[in-house]
């Protein structure tokens, strides 16, 4: 059956099927009975509370072990306000909800606009559908984007502006952490980004009538530095864990945490971008709020130089973001990880 809506939320609820276009191929289906359901422990939760203070040696250690061995963590007492977060998952809400002509006034199928609401991931390239729409924001710095953003809901730019205000403090907070974890400058990591970026996403997955055949997003590194992930209560996160792919619990106010591939290339692979992907289910909506965090696409990203010597050589040449991060968007999203590319050669 051939689609007739530009976006998902409008096409979703009039189908029982789901569409040839949205369908993978046998090979690559989501195979939801083989996934394992995460355990308190499997992504460790790490209480940032005394970061600044008594506990930051401590606190570091467990960042540092994340990131060295998992690639994701969650964080809770992180300093975003529960008020926030509500606020910020219910104008998502309200803005999916908006009528469909009301929406559409923000959609754009180019990767390259600042702001945009789209579909899948990237329909000028991609084969296969995603069950998914987002509304895709740049947002640092606030002022050069704010103006760009939906005007409705009317409180969408004051609120979002202020959340993305918090979160980048949360992200720079992790990022001086991780810095130290991996004995850099406590700084290192912030001065190696330029003028530094930021984007988020609000990814709407409607409730899908097959969800075996296809996914809200397949298999995926971030090409960004770090992720900083708000969800809802709906379970559709999953993570690679030695070959297997686990489901993520969400945990109320807590943000998920991934190493992006930048990390993996600036601690010259101690730190790991991990796969990850989302699943979608046949009952529910659901809603996730990705934070990517990045260098500017004029910095310069490769291995710091304290963590190159004769055992664990460069692993990566040196590359601009903007060159990696156009890369990222033009081949699709594959399991096969962007980062490949920028290796030296032989590493
Ligand atoms: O929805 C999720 O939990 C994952 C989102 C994600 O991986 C992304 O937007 O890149």
Redesign the pocket.
């Known amino acids: 059956m051939a689609t007739t809506k530009v976006l998902l939320t409008d096409l979703a609820p009039t189908v029982s099927h789901v569409p040839s276009n949205y369908i993978r191929p046998i090979s690559d289906r989501p195979n939801l009975s083989d996934v394992q359901i995460s355990d308190q422990g499997f992504i460790p939760l790490i209480d940032l509370r005394g970061l600044e203070g008594p506990n930051r040696e401590d606190i570091i250690k467990q960042i540092g072990q994340a990131c060295q061995h998992d690639g994701f963590f969650q964080v809770k007492n992180h300093g975003i306000p529960m008020t926030m977060i509500s606020k910020i998952m219910g104008l998502a809400r309200e803005f999916f909800r908006l009528p469909e002509s009301e929406r559409l006034k923000n959609y754009s199928d180019d990767p390259s606009k600042t702001t945009r609401l789209s579909t899948s991931f990237n329909v000028k390239t991609e084969k296969v559908s995603n069950w998914r729409d ?1 509304l895709r924001l740049h947002c640092y710095p606030l002022e050069d984007y704010v103006h760009e953003w939906p005007s409705n809901p009317p409180s969408l730019r004051e609120d979002l502006a202020e959340y993305c205000t918090s979160i980048r403090g949360l992200a720079l907070r992790l990022l001086e952490a991780i810095s130290e974890s991996l004995g850099l400058q406590r700084d290192y990591i912030e001065k190696a980004l330029g003028k530094q970026a930021q984007h988020m ?1 609000l ?1 709407y ?1 409607p409730p899908c009538p097959q969800p075996e055949l296809t996914y ?2 397949p298999g ?1 590194t ?1 090409p960004n530095l770090i ?1 900083i ?1 708000l ?1 809802d209560d709906v379970p ?2 999953q993570v690679l864990r030695n070959g297997k792919w686990i489901a993520v619990n969400p945990i109320p106010n807590t943000f998920i945490i991934n190493i992006g591939d930048q990390m993996q290339v600036i601690s010259n692979d101690q730190h790991k971008s991990v796969l ?3 699943v979608v289910n046949c009952n529910k909506e ?1 809603i ?1 709020i ?1 934070t990517f965090y990045c260098p500017s696409p004029d910095a310069v990203i490769g291995p710091a130089k304290e963590l190159i010597n004769d055992d664990q050589p460069a692993v990566y040449r040196n590359f601009t973001y903007g060159e990696y991060y156009e890369k990222f968007w033009n081949r699709g999203l594959a399991t096969e990880c962007c980062l490949d590319m920028f290796r030296v050669s032989g590493a």
């Open positions: 987002f996403a990814n997955y809200g997003l995926h971030d992720t992930l969800q559709g996160l990850h992907r989302a659901r996730s990705p």
